[in-house]
């Protein structure tokens, strides 16, 4: 059933490990440019984009349609009455709890609506633990009518508002952390789907193939192409990528033209 929603080309993606290092040496690199929609970064005199087009081309997600909420917003939602009845909010946490330990009994229709909102919260729409579901994404999975939701352009924008200036904030949080006197957190969190910035970078430096990805099939969209199961450390991927001479290093810049499906490929060496 899962198989036949937006959702269903997921079921195909190959086992993948996030390598924080690499969003790490990509966002240390981050340009600034008059497009708050997207996230440019430098990389040995490349300029690799990361927008709404470049989303679409990897998730095969719908980044052009509706995600009003409101036309999806009910007075009771069905889900909530029956799996969470007294709670006042629902966790993420709550979710995966309920989805894993498989809550909804006989029911198919909740069961799929159960695994949405599972992958929803988890993958596409990431973020801590307990952090509260918002109750108009419960509506549009209460409704049945989650395929109708332009989930790829809720997911972008919740992940490049997260990417965008991320160290920057990061290293003011550290700063006033050590002026007061408190410890500072040596970690930073990303939600959405950042995911897709490392396909993203697989697809745009070709000199991580065999050496920390590898490129399993041709299937579209690009996202179920790649796989990988190393964690580089960031002294490794900064000698070996990041700071090798760009006659060395294979990138490439991918424009894509939606209107007229053109793929124009930019290559350097």
Known sequence: MFSKTCFGHFLNLPDFKVQPQVFHGLLLREVQQPNDAELWVMIRGVRPRFSIEEFALITGLDCEGDCSVLDFKQEVNSLCERYWPTSSSITKESVRECFTTKRWGDSDEDAEKLAVLYFVEW???????????????????????????????????????????????????????????????????????????????????????????????????????????????????????????????????????????????????
């Open 123 to 269: 993958f596409l729409l990431s973020g801590t633990k307990h952090k509260n579901v918002p109750k108009s994404i419960l509506d549009v999975v209460d409704s049945g009518r989650y395929n109708e939701f332009a989930w790829g352009r809720s997911s972008f924008e919740l992940t490049i508002s997260s990417l965008k200036g991320k160290l920057d904030s990061w290293v003011e949080g550290v700063r006033k952390a050590r002026s007061s006197g408190k410890r500072p957190s040596v970690f930073y969190t990303l939600i959405g789907c950042p995911h897709v910035l490392q396909v993203l970078f697989y697809e745009c430096c070709k000199y991580m193939k065999g050496k920390y990805c590898q490129k399993e099939s041709s299937r579209i969209p690009r996202i179920t192409q790649w796989t990988c199961n190393s964690q580089p450390t960031f002294k490794v991927l900064k000698t070996t990528i990041f700071d090798v001479s760009k006659d060395k290093v294979y990138l490439f810049v991918v424009i894509w033209f939606f209107s007229s499906c053109f793929c124009v490929v930019f290559h350097y060496y």
